[in-house]
């Protein structure tokens, strides 16, 4: 250069589709102790920024989606680390259950954050790791269904190189590896809900995503099986389910989230810095506080409701469950930090209405707008599915005690025998019966939620 007193910015530059991308911008000065006086103040303020990782652990499973996830890091997030003074320890998975169980070992105190290179799959693992870990910190006991788990002070990032990634769609409007890997470069921080899974004061999982019962279970379940066709078994598990069209009967019991400002069906979408997520965390909060106190009734019993019958398929989200075969995903107005989720019940219905359904998840019409179709926001749910008779008469004097009247509105349950299994963020559970709590906001992500787009007006 003619005027070798210069010096480069590195930085975001936003593109389509919420992508993010790197970008330089090279300045020139007239003066020496000028381009030095600038690198010191622009330095400085690198320096202030805390929020920024300088440290972090990353997990990278070389196994999952294509196979492509080595690759991945190496190519598109390590030079942007390195750019921005990031140092890492790397671990690349060679077994299932690698990462959780790593992160009960080694001391996970000097890292500003973990990141997980692979798929939902890979993210669970980091997750129920990191879950545990300051649980057993804390002196928490997670088989406890009713137990105040405690948030981890750790970020998580993901870099998608999965197979569907819906939880990095969920919250960043893309599965592109450099906008993920910017996300945690710049220090982004985003509070999302977990959901507990307990089966006879067992956990047994924590869900960030979907928990699936019917249709969704039926095909995580058999396409376990034929993990030798690769990734095409989701279609054809998914086209075999389906033409299936099993039904299974079980009662349903919830509590409604009464402190949410939303609905599932208000059209409002969770966006970053989300009004929804931040003043219904403040209500809980004071909900909370006024049940500690005794300046509330805290009966649950009139609160809980119970919803009995055949179902083709029950899903609880506590995202939009967005992925790119389904843009605006299985519930479009579930929030990521609201404390709940959305408990969304199919009842028995003819193939062609069911086929309705899931189409609607491909365009903008509204999926709950059927009558076999109902849809709660809750903060507890439970399921017992049919049980033998001698079972069956302890359930409804549970029932009668705790939830009230049983069915009132609604055909009485009747015969079928088969229980399905519930896929849990991609992996199946042990037992249909369950008790599920959502935390809100346990965890928190390297992501700032999806932005709004220049042509995306919110709904009047």
């Not at 903008?364 to 017992?384: G, I, P, S, T």
């Amino acid at each position: 250069m003619e005027k070798p007193f210069a010096f480069t910015v590195h930085c975001v530059k936003r593109a389509r589709r919420h992508r993010w991308k790197w970008a330089q911008v090279t300045f020139c000065c007239a003066e020496e102790p000028l381009c030095h006086l600038w690198l010191h103040a622009l330095q400085e303020l690198l320096g202030k920024l805390t929020s920024r990782p300088k440290h972090l652990l990353v997990f990278i499973n070389p196994f999952g989606g294509k196979g492509q996830g080595k690759r991945i890091y190496e190519r598109k997030v390590a030079p942007l680390f390195t750019l921005a003074s990031i140092t890492t320890e790397i671990i690349v998975t060679e077994r299932a259950n690698q990462a959780k169980e790593s992160l009960y070992e080694i001391n996970i105190d000097k890292y500003d954050g973990i990141v997980c290179v692979g798929g939902d799959g890979m993210f669970s693992e980091v997750l129920h790791g990191l879950i545990g870990r300051t649980q057993q910190n804390a002196g928490v006991d997670q088989n406890q269904p009713r137990a105040a788990l405690v948030p981890s002070p750790l970020r998580i990032g993901i870099i998608p190189a999965g197979s569907t990634d819906c939880v990095c769609f969920s919250t960043v409007g893309t599965n592109d590896a450099e906008t993920s890997a910017l996300h945690i470069i710049v220090g982004d921080s985003l509070p999302m809900d977990v959901s507990s899974v307990h089966h006879n004061s067992t956990l047994l999982r924590y869900s960030v995503s979907l928990l699936g019962y019917g249709f969704y279970g039926d095909i995580i379940k058999d396409s376990e099986k034929k993990r030798w066709m690769g990734l095409i078994r989701y279609d054809f598990s998914g086209l075999k389910t389906f033409l299936s069209h099993h039904c299974y009967e079980g009662t349903v019991s919830f509590l409604p989230a009464r402190h949410t400002v939303g609905s599932p069906r208000d059209r409002k979408p969770c966006r970053a810095g989300c009004f929804v997520c931040r003043q219904s965390k403040q209500q809980l909060e004071e909900e909370q506080k006024k049940s500690l106190y005794g300046l509330a009734n805290t009966e649950e019993v009139e609160e809980w409701k119970v919803v009995c019958g055949k179902f083709l398929a029950i899903n609880a989200t506590n995202m939009s469950c967005a992925c790119p075969r389904s843009p605006r995903g299985l519930s479009p107005a579930a929030h990521l930090g609201d404390g709940s989720s959305d408990l969304i019940l199919i009842r028995k219905c003819s193939r062609f209405n069911f086929l309705r359904f899931l189409v609607r998840h491909t365009n903008q019409y509204d999926q709950f707008d059927f009558a076999f179709v109902e849809v709660y926001r809750v903060r507890k749910f439970q399921f017992l599915s049919k049980q033998p008779e001698d079972e069956e008469g302890g359930l409804r004097e549970r029932g009668k005690t705790r939830f009230g009247p049983m069915c009132s509105d609604t055909p009485a349950c009747c015969g079928t025998a088969s229980s399905s299994s519930w896929n849990c963020d991609g992996e199946l559970l042990s037992s249909s019966s369950i008790e599920v709590r959502v935390h809100c906001q346990l965890v928190r992500l390297f992501a700032r939620g999806i932005e709004e787009g220049p042509k995306e007006e919110p709904d009047s």
